[in-house]
């Protein structure tokens, strides 16, 4: 109601104006008014001239009467062009149609024989409808003029000999004009304070249901409404986002948004009592957990559905575990160092012998090999237990990009044949912490190399930006190495799981959590053709304006 009160506008003087809801109920109110001044005014007009109504229409004067009941009707028609025109106000119209109701049914009266003709009970319907309009003491005015006029019709007759005079009918006729104004404006009055508490109710509903939308459109978990026949009614931006930003919209099915979501939910609608188990909408995408609820009754058919990402609770719950493991190893880290360095420098010594045959120095290799593992391993432990929470900076995609590829090319071991680097545009800018982002991203090189047997036969490519699949920058680390099985696939992330027997099983777990401290979603997607693609999804990012 609300809405549709604030969209109506009437012109004044060419122009548009938006009508305020108190202003509104006037001019309704006076067209009701006068649809009734109208009616009467013809009605007369057709009795009068028909013979048809009451014999004592006009009976004192005819002539004046048919004189009044044309001027009446013309002022009538003139009053309905003014609230056409919307000019002058209503309050104001209400006034003039006032002293021309009370005018003209006196004298209408007076020619019809005077009180008795009982025409001046018109004149309480016409001071009833001022009222809903006027409010106030402006109706107790008219009342108290509508009451003079009657009296001092009466007095017009008395002084001229006129028959039939009626003061006690005449007084009483004017209690009835102030008693009528009176009612009038206490109903009125409480007719007012319902709508006005009516409309504050409404507006009130409408601002919790913008703050409900609001809530449902940014809280975490994944929310869908489905009719009996699975079309979609309504799915927020995190369910649209964990299904993996599907195109179909509302009034669409949801076979065409999830087949995966589509296929629980009808297991579901046969035994609401099961659990469906977890499900991806989206190859690599997060693993989700589906809770269903009816709408209003069974029979009804409408579900609603809850959506959460349990990678999320996962993650958080193996945080908590490493938290409490991280600082043992640690504690246990340091321990071991020292008998370490003293096995490693033992080595180092028996290595210096001169006295050493050949299967002597292949067990000191091994002593120093498996030394410098261990030693690397601790090191990776220790570091995740000193872990800084990184220092996050705007970063130039592409011309970062560009410097750390020379920097690998020049420090890692890789040429320019092997390297290659894609980035558009050239205005995006991501936030993260530098030397954070380039542990990462070298650590994925390293990785790539490290896979291949031949690493001259090395393709290296790092490609991005911002593309249409995404509302966000990304980054591929694109190699042609042998990939990774989907079973291993699952486990790379997690800490010292390798499928490299001289790997530590750290090294894409501490990438995974550097990535995570700077809002950047680390993902592997494996290569059509073989190969393997490490993508970078970074959702804290601005576009540079390129006219600064």
């Known amino acids: ?12 003087g060419g122009k548009e104006k938006r009508l305020d809801p108190d202003n509104l109920l006037h001019w309704r109110s006076l067209r009701l008014f006068l649809l009734y001044r109208i009616t009467l005014v013809l009605a007369l007009l057709y009795f009068f001239y028909s013979g048809t109504g009451p014999d004592f229409l006009g009976q004192s004067d005819p002539k004046l009467f048919a004189f009044i009941i044309t001027l009446y009707t ?34 209408l009266m007076h020619t019809s024989g005077g009180v008795e003709s009982g025409m ?19 109706a107790l005015l008219f009342a108290a003029l509508a009451a003079l006029a009657v009296i001092a019709e009466q007095l017009y007759d008395y002084f001229n000999g006129i028959p039939g005079v009626r003061f006690a009918q005449a007084g009483f006729l004017g209690t009835v ?39 449902i459109q940014h809280m975490r978990t994944g929310v869908l409404v489905l009719d009996a026949d699975d079309s979609i009614l309504m799915i927020n931006n995190p369910a649209w986002h964990l299904l993996g930003m599907p195109t179909a919209a509302v009034g669409s099915s949801l076979q065409s948004a999830s087949p995966e979501l589509s296929h629980q939910i009808q297991h579901w609608r046969k035994d609401i009592t099961s659990n469906p188990p977890t499900f991806q909408s989206q190859r690599q995408g997060p693993e989700l957990k589906a809770h269903f609820r009816p709408l209003g009754s069974r029979d009804a058919g409408d579900v609603l559905i809850f959506l959460e990402d349990t990678t999320q609770i996962t993650r958080e719950a193996l945080q908590m575990k490493l938290a409490s493991l991280g600082r043992l190893t640690a504690s246990i880290a340091h321990e071991i160092r020292n008998p370490l360095g003293a096995i490693s420098h033992a080595s180092q010594l028996f290595d210096e012998s001169p006295d050493l045959n050949p299967a002597d120095k292949r067990l000191t290799e ?25 220092d996050p900076k705007p970063i130039h995609l592409k011309p970062w990009f560009e410097i750390l590829s020379k920097e690998l090319i020049k420090n890692h071991g890789f040429n320019a044949k092997t ?28 990785n790539a190399m490290e896979a291949m047997d031949d690493s001259n036969s090395l393709k290296l490519l790092i490609a991005g930006g911002l593309t249409k699949e995404y509302d966000h920058p990304v980054v591929d680390i694109i190699d042609n190495g042998p990939g990774i099985e989907p079973e291993a696939a699952k486990q790379i992330f997690e800490p010292f799981f390798t499928t490299r027997n001289q790997g530590t099983g750290l090294g894409l777990y501490i990438a ?29 990012w601005r576009r540079e304006d390129k006219t600064r």
């Open 512 to 540: 995974k959590e550097l990535c995570e401290i700077n809002s950047i979603r680390l993902e592997y997607i494996p290569g059509p053709t073989g190969g393997s693609c490490f993508r970078l999804h970074f959702n804290h």
């Open 1 to 12: 109601m609300n809405s549709r009160l604030e969209s109506l506008q009437h012109r004044i």
């Open 120 to 138: 001046g009970m018109l004149i309480a319907v016409s001071i009833t409808g001022g009222a809903l309009i006027m409010g106030g003491r402006a």
């Open 74 to 107: 013309g002022l009538a028609i003139l009053s309905v062009l003014f609230w056409y025109w919307r000019s002058p106000k209503p309050e104001h119209q209400a006034y003039l149609i006032l002293f021309v109701d009370i005018s003209a049914i006196t004298l």
């Open 366 to 390: 091994i002593i120093k090999t498996n030394s410098a593992r261990v030693n690397q391993v601790i090191e990776n432990v220790l570091q995740l237990s000193r872990r800084s929470p990184g």
């Open 177 to 215: 004009f102030f008693a009528t104004a009176l009612l009038t404006l206490v109903l009125s009055g409480r007719a007012r304070a319902s709508e006005a508490l009516a409309r504050a109710r409404a507006d009130e509903l409408g601002q919790m249901a913008k703050i409900n939308e609001y809530v």
């Open 419 to 446: 390297l290659h680097t894609q980035i558009e545009p050239a205005n995006c800018q991501i936030i993260a912490d530098t030397e954070q982002l380039r542990q990462v991203v070298s650590n994925l090189c390293n």
